[in-house]
């Protein structure tokens, strides 16, 4: 017996900083799982997720702006083993980004970046102990990183040699990779942008050594071409069977116009909090990915003086700030995209000053990447994200589990509107009706009394933003719900309904802060 457990123990011995790394994430976690339903992206995935699992068709008869996956993720019963989906997920992510770290960096380095990773990623600051897709796409993009990192190709570009062919395996794990990566998107349009980071190895493999005699030699492009290839087939192919499954259940428009080309509507429909004309140009689409395009351009040109890995993540963390600002919004967990390359930056660029031969190399890679960090900083800044504290988030929790607090101080201390949605929820609940109908944005009710909408949209805005007024009453007369919830900032910004409701056989049930709950007789 002891012999079996030394031997366990030398076998575990080299992934134990891991281990003490997964530890701390589950501990950190653990007061995810006492947070009211409070939080409104939360509460649109998991009431479409509940309409999915009551039979109706995604965009075609429920909707929302996202691609599909993150609404399939949320398929869940309740919003506890949703965010036990998220503790899972985020401990394969981990995983993933400690095994692609140890590629570039030494373990110690590893260890660190991962402790860092952990601490950006779970703490409220940037919305970590929320379900955003965000964090799923993280997964996804990480797994396919730790796949390419097997190839011989990544083995070879980080030791700055020219690879002649690609191994049989190494073809199935690119797909593979390529793969993951559309899952990626699959689940949130701006993962493109990691995709075009993890697709930049191919280009640089080309750059390193490209001279412009060697333009005609095969074996110059044939290599980078193919791992370009071979992962791109692997994004496509997700996106294609997507689309082949939403024509097959009709709704191929409707996955066209809200899963994928409302996405641009919605970045451009921000307005930005500063007037000058250089910044706001800055902001603009053109304006950012001529930044990129530069960047990038200098990245590459400073080949002789930059690592192939340093090169690799100074690109991704580029990409992966111009999918943050996409839109310009100022949401943190728009930001949590960044944490990966910039952690990554952190320990490949950062502090390596060993050997004077190497020191101004250094140096070199030290001061882009403090630059490109601090430009992330100051962009947030200047856009206003509003960070989530933190040490106020743990210090509450604490008093729950410590009796200093009741539950409803807690729940109220997330959103002042709970105390009215866990009453008017108890109420809801009792009857059998499967629909409910909110006039306002409150997606956290639907999800809190596991009810569908009468229509396709969960929120007012969704139906201010397309004009579907009418439809949204002719939903409501056809599905007839016992239940209307009116939100008292949108009572006056739908006459006809209002109307309706006055003529109709609904009467108050119950008038609370924040709404009042109306009542088929």
Not at 285 to 309: E, F, H, N, Q, Y
């Amino acid at each position: 017996m002891l012999f079996s457990f030394k031997r366990l123990e030398s076998k575990l011995s080299p992934y134990f900083g891991l281990l003490f790394l997964l530890f701390l994430l589950v501990f950190l976690r653990l007061p995810n799982f006492s947070e009211p339903y409070w939080y409104g992206d939360e509460g649109i995935y998991l009431v479409i997720g509940t309409a999915l699992r009551a039979g109706e068709r995604l965009y075609a008869e429920i909707i929302d702006h996202k691609t599909p996956l993150i609404y399939y993720l949320a398929m869940t019963p309740t919003q506890f083993w949703f965010r036990l989906l998220l503790l899972g997920w985020m401990l394969v992510t981990t995983t993933a980004f400690y095994n692609f770290s140890t590629k570039l960096v030494s373990s110690k380095r590893a260890f660190l970046g991962t402790l860092l990773f952990i601490l950006l990623t779970t703490f409220p600051w940037l919305e970590g102990n929320i379900p955003n897709g965000e964090l799923f796409v993280m997964g996804f993009v990480l797994v396919g990183a730790a796949l390419i990192a097997q190839t011989q190709f990544f083995e070879h570009y980080l030791k700055d040699e020219i690879v002649t062919t690609i191994r049989p395996q190494d073809r199935l794990l690119l797909l593979l990779t390529g793969g993951f990566l559309g899952l990626g998107i699959l689940t949130k349009v701006p993962a493109l942008f990691d995709a075009v980071g993890i697709m930049s190895l191919a280009w640089f493999s080309l750059t390193r050594r490209f001279e412009w005699r060697q333009l005609l030699k095969l074996k110059t492009w044939q290599v980078p071409l193919w791992v370009g290839v071979w992962i791109g087939l692997g994004l496509v192919i997700p996106l294609m069977l997507s689309i082949i499954y939403f024509v097959l259940r009709g709704s191929g428009q409707a996955y066209l116009d809200f899963g994928l080309l409302y996405n641009f509507r919605y970045a451009g429909s921000w307005n930005l909090g500063f007037t000058q004309a250089w910044l706001l140009w800055a902001f603009t689409l053109p304006g950012k990915t001529l930044i990129m395009g530069i960047g990038i351009g200098l990245i590459t040109l400073a080949r002789k003086w930059v690592s192939p890995a340093f090169q690799f993540i100074a690109t991704w963390s580029l990409v992966a700030l111009f999918a943050s600002l996409l839109s310009n919004r100022p949401y943190p967990h728009y930001f949590l995209q960044l944490i990966p390359p910039l952690v990554l930056l952190a320990v490949v660029g950062i502090g390596r000053l060993k050997t004077p031969s190497h020191s101004l190399k250094n140096w070199f890679q030290t001061g882009i990447a403090s630059f490109l960090i601090i430009l992330t900083y100051l962009i947030m800044q200047l856009l206003n994200v509003g960070y989530y504290p933190t040490l106020g988030y743990y210090q509450r929790w604490f008093k729950l589990v410590t009796g200093q607090i009741n539950q409803t101080e807690y729940y109220q201390s997330f959103n002042g509107i709970m105390a009215d949605n866990y009453q008017a929820a108890a109420i809801i609940r009792r009857s059998p009706d499967p629909y409910l109908f909110i006039w306002g944005t409150n997606p956290m009710l639907y999800a809190l009394t596991q009810k569908v909408p009468t229509g396709r949209f969960t929120v007012a805005f969704h139906v201010k933003d397309f004009n579907a007024y009418q439809e949204t009453l002719d939903s409501l007369k056809a599905k007839n719900p016992t239940f209307i919830v009116v939100m008292n900032d949108d009572r006056q910004t739908f006459p006809e309904f209002s109307e309706y409701l006055s003529k109709s056989s609904y009467i108050p049930n119950g008038s609370f802060d924040h709404f009042t709950l109306w009542k088929r007789q």
